[in-house]
């Protein structure tokens, strides 16, 4: 039977969906969780890989397009989704982009939202999008979230994603690279510190935390903007950070960006870094030895967010700041990696 609605109702209606877009736009725009000191040798997967039945080797297909996929790791069931180009030929081995979300992202916000599937299919490559549990990466003892406190290895869990991937395609383990936003930006340097997996790594909005006197030979680009709020450019805590304690410890303690960058390439013996302005953009070049680069750019203003990227409806409605338009974050990234594999 037809009830004429109340004015309570509404209310009750319209902030019910206050909280939920509310809920969607922090699970896409904030992004700092970490983890403590990780093993250089991660584990493999416990799953076994992919076989025909007669047992000749040859390699499981992955369907075209988006697929769902599952790895066990430390005798947890984790999961991941992967995307492969439908022209992408498999002849021959193929590079692949390991895309790792913000806190509180998950592999398919990340594969929605920053445009890798489309770059895939341009220029022939392979992505894959990890789940961190509770949507949190744990990158140091202190961040981020429930998996820093549980201490979750979540390098273990990427090392593996990247065996149980490459025992179904054909990957060149010369272009296997990692991305990542915020906290999945963390887990990338920690990475890049803790295994010889990568051969390069692209940063946006994220930090290094915790150790690495000795990080693997790769090349590294990292897009920060200087007006963010989340991981501040300037090193201070930011609005998010509790100290690192709780159960859902954040605390991001790695000083200023540009003094990571200078101290990456002192230990990767890079030459000294050539700048260029063009306008709110600051690209800061070192070129290192066996070719290999560390880049800094600097968007002036610019918050805590993937640059290029589509705006949310939810984003605009809440009056928050769109991404930035002076620069392709993803295009910058591949354009970078594309130029850096591994010289084995």
């Not at 990466?137 to 961040?143: I, K, L, P």
């Not at 993937?306 to 354009?335: C, H, Q």
Request: positive net charge; hydrophobic residues 40%.
């Amino acid at each position: 039977m037809y009830r004429p609605t109340t004015r309570a109702a509404t209310v009750r209606r319209t902030t019910s969906a206050v909280a939920a877009a509310v809920a969607v736009v922090l699970t896409v725009l904030i992004g700092c969780d970490v983890m403590r000191p990780l093993r250089r040798d991660a584990a493999v997967p416990t799953t076994p890989p992919g076989t025909s039945p007669t047992g000749s080797g040859l390699r499981s297909p992955v369907a075209r397009g988006s697929s769902a996929h599952t790895v066990t790791v430390a005798g947890r069931e984790r999961t991941f989704r992967l995307y492969r180009p439908a022209k992408l030929s498999l002849s021959a081995p193929v590079p692949l982009v390991v895309m790792l979300h913000g806190a509180l992202g998950n592999g398919r916000q990340a594969e929605t939202a920053y445009g890798w599937n489309a770059a895939a299919e341009r220029k022939g490559f392979v992505v894959a999008y990890p789940d961190g549990l509770h949507r949190s990466w744990a990158v140091s003892a202190h961040c981020c979230g429930r998996p820093a406190h549980d201490d979750v290895d979540d390098v273990a869990f990427i090392v593996a994603t990247v065996a149980d991937i490459s025992a179904k395609l054909s990957i060149d383990p010369n272009r296997t690279y990692a991305a990542g936003i915020s906290n999945g930006g963390m887990l990338a340097y920690r990475l890049a510190c803790d295994t010889t997996t990568f051969a390069a790594i692209g940063v946006v909005a994220g930090t290094l935390l915790g150790p690495c006197p000795s990080p693997a030979p790769i090349s590294l680009i990292h897009i920060h903007g200087t007006a963010d709020d989340v991981v501040p450019y300037d090193g201070r805590p930011g609005k998010l950070d509790n100290g690192g304690t709780g159960l859902r410890p954040v605390k991001i303690d790695g000083g200023p960006v540009a003094d990571q960058i200078d101290r990456w390439r002192k230990v990767a013996r890079c030459a000294a870094p050539e700048a260029r302005t063009a306008g709110a953009v600051t690209t800061s070049a070192a070129r290192c030895p066996d070719g290999r680069d560390v880049e800094l750019i600097t968007i002036a203003d610019a918050g805590h967010q993937w640059p290029g990227a589509s705006p949310a409806m939810v984003e605009r409605l809440l009056g928050m700041d769109p991404p930035s338009t002076a620069l392709a974050a993803t295009e910058s990234i591949w354009r970078f990696f594309a130029n850096h594999p591994r010289n084995s």
